[in-house]
């Protein structure tokens, strides 16, 4: 078992600073997506700081960076740098999720504007059907 999410992060996907220690143990993305899922926000935010110190570069996949995020932002719905943070990383890597991005930068800005309006959601928005 790695000793925390970002070495099992760099075992598994590189890191473009740093070279990626020996490591005998299985990877299996699974048990990567597992501990990120239950990892406390804290924990998941010094992994992309640590691999993707600058949002642009970095080896994690940007599928990682998007559940990330999305994570960070469920355990802290009402962090208006995050919620920006979030919506650069997602349009720094793809005009996919453009949509999402602009709605986090507006809940950011609406959260700085009234931080205690509680219509705000936590996470990513939902699609529209």
């Known amino acids: 078992m790695h000793r925390t999410l970002t070495e099992h992060a760099r075992c598994l996907y590189g890191d473009e ?11 299996h993305e699974h048990c990567f997506v597992e501990e990120l899922t ?17 949002l642009v570069d970095g080896l994690l996949p940007v599928w990682v960076r998007n559940l990330a995020y999305r994570l960070v ?10 919620l920006r943070e ?3 990383s997602l349009w720094l890597h ?9 709605e986090l930068t507006r809940r950011a800005d609406a959260l700085e504007t009234d931080p205690g309006d509680p ?10 059907p």
């Not at 932002?73 to 995050?82: M, S, V």
Request: hydrophobic share 35%; aromatic share 4%; proline share 15%.
């Open 17 to 27: 600073y740093r070279p990626t220690p020996a490591c005998g143990q299985e990877h």
């Open 38 to 54: 239950f990892a406390e926000a804290e924990t998941i935010l010094a992994m992309l700081r640590e691999l993707c110190p600058q």
């Open 73 to 82: 932002l469920l355990q802290r719905p009402d962090d208006p740098a995050l």
């Open 86 to 88: 979030a919506a650069e």
């Open 94 to 102: 793809g005009p996919d999720r453009d949509d999402v991005a602009a």
């Open 119 to 128: 219509a705000q959601g936590p996470g990513f928005p939902r699609p529209v």
